[in-house]
């Protein structure tokens, strides 16, 4: 294949080769919403939910209760281009308009909610919007500013808010082998106060033999999901970034029944496994520079990676924040507050063996180096948030080190998750252009220093 | 030794000037001097090994250039110019560099010195909870602990009962003076700037702390000796907010016809109200640095357990020694300022400015980018603001 060839074009009809197995995951979420507000509508309680690395979402679903996710119903408000009323609902309720555009946009939407339409849901929210919440889950983990927007809440619903503890990574000194116990006893103290208070809440006791199984489907999730990214290593990558970001949430949220979320992951499985065998790519013209995307993406321009892919770009990973490790060994518990704290606490605690072998002391810029070798990457589409710290704080050493340990470049992208009018698609194009050669450049040099790719 | 030739507060006024140079003479004579950032890392630890805590700040008056290749534009700009000068070697005095997760920008500071400033090789992040729930508390002192064995190797000696007292009693002691300081405030006119104010609580973390005893002791005897004439301003204010090391901003607002008569800021009163409570143990350390000190960073939860929530009673329990400030010194308006980027502190504006309403105050929010050009666009505001005090 030549680099600087004009690709041809093999598909008319799409950019990207979307998988066919996502469309079943992504409909699992869409779904979600649709049943919870109707069984709120039916006077069941909803519960708003961060991010938490599962294990909140777990004790939840063990009580039946219905889950909706304000961050990824964010992102639905930016892909169907409805954030800004949702924005600006936010910004004139006096929040500051730098921070968080998950934050601003739930903050708005409460706002227009309970100011503006009498407790109902804003017309104009998309899939029917979120019924009111009967508890709010808070979580510092990974982004520890999140807590203080559900906090700030109260100033809209008089609903509880419960915040769920994780011990941080990033540190060698977290990661100790011997601090391990010490960590998850202080877990499992946090998690059996969290359920003793749902019990309170919600009038009902917690089962556990359902938390139990919702425990080992969880691993069989991740078990399945963590084949799948090891699959996308393939060159040519099977697998576009964009099929991962529509179809994670029953992964990273467990959103909707953990059953049919599992079997899709397994077809997931299965096509991927089937495109590996036979070369198929996840871009319908020749793969001419795999990229990793870091770290989260542009919501409201997705369609902007097709023309990416007509230059032959393949996003071949993107988002580690995103993906479920593989998980660990707990068959050796029994207790299932201690299964779900040592689930939990793996997602941000198993980088770090790699990250004393490159020597390196931020754990995202090993992630990133194992990544980039493992997917034989080209460059790093770096894409800093205006409104987002924890997604951005660590891009500039990550392309550092990349550039001085791989000699991989990256393209400097600056934008948001929710709003567009800090993202200028054209622009970008026109640099991408010129980053090929940046990338063509590199690619020679590693070569000339025995790198294989 | 002490080897200034100044007292009170041109001492603080000389300290604050030049802030490492108390710092070199104590290492040339063989002290250890240990950086720490933010307010959470636990000093009386660092002063019980023999050691001094010094606190690190950032520069507003230089711009941020060497942490470009570290660190985005969009995280705080004062932990950004921690870093830009790290690398531009104004540490040097330093053998060791302490952090906490107090924010996500926070830790990764630390973690970014290890990578990129050469200075100061011992460094420990300590992992600050987000909660101050019982667990929590309890997992905080396992980190105060681990944090006790780390500086233990790097002393060659144990830590003792004894010392860990003797320091816990001098830190309190601090905190004592610098309350009697802001005391003298109270007066109308206060007895003493807020520029002066800040002078001295910088040098308080730029000294020893029996130095800075010392130097609290002078300061109170001569504001106490002062005669202050009458000359009331229009207005006396108090100003909310994160770090604010520089006394540029108090000047801009004290020109605008104001006396800023009390904060609720790090550099002020967040770093001083609360004291170590005896038995002078690791959980006092970790009750009073994750439970005591008042700042965003943590989940305060008011009405933890509690099935339902009630706004008016949450903020009066997170903000209440807010009304009791307002009341002591007799604020007629709050300033809240904030440094760009810091999500902590920007989720409180609005439910800080609702609480101040119901209490009658008026409120600002200002922001900046902890640069002193970025001071100037807020004058006008400011002075706005004053002129619609009463």
Redesign the interface.
Known sequence: MSETATPAKTDQKRAINRLKSMYPLRNVVQQDYIDTLKASNEGKPTVWSMLNYWEGDLPLKAMGLNIVYPENYATLLASSGAAEPFLDASDSDGFPTHMCGYGRSTIGYSYRMMKENGGKIPPDAPLGGMAKPALLLGSGIICDARFKWFQSLARYFDAPEWCLEMPMMATYEGSEPELEDYQVKFLVKELKDFIAFLEKLFKQKMDWAKLEELIDLAVKIHETTYKITELRQAIPGPMHATDFWSSMPPSLFFAGDMKVALKCYQDMLSEVQERVKNKESGINYPERYRLIFAELPPWHSLKFFDKLAEMGWNFVFESFGYHAPKPPDLSKYSDPCEKLARLSRNFMFNVFPEAKADNIQNPIVETYLKIARGFKADGFFMHPLISCRAASCSLRTVQHWEQEKLDIPSLWVEGDIIDKRVFNPQEVLARAEAFEQTMDHYRKVRKSKGLDW | MVTATTKGLSRAHEVYADRGRRMRELRKAGKKIIGYICLYPPIEIITAMGMVPFRIFGDMSEPITAA?????????PFLRSIIDLGIKGKFDFLDGAVGA?T???G??TI??W??YIKDAPFT????V???D?A??V??FE?QIN?FKK?IEELAGEKLSEDKLKKACELHNKQRKLVRELYDLRKSDPPKLTSMENLEVMVSLFSLPVEEGNELLEEVIKDVKERNIKPGKKKARLMVWGPVFDNTSLYELIESAGADVVVDDTCVGTRAFWADVKAPYNLHALAQRYLVDIKC??T?R?T?H???????DK?LDSRFNYIKKAVADWHVNGVILQ?V??C??H??????L??YLDTLGIPSI?I?HDYSERSLAPIKTRVEAFVETLD
């Open positions: 470009d290749q570290v660190s985005t534009t969009v995280v705080c997760h924010c996500d920008i830790m990764t973690i970014a290890r990578d420990h992040l300590i992992d909870p987000h909660t729930h667990p929590a309890d997992y396992g681990f780390h965003p960073r989940y939860d009405q357990q509690e099935t339902e929530r009630n706004y949450d904030s760009k980027y999500d902590t920007g989720y409180e504006v609005p439910n400015r609702h929010y922001e």
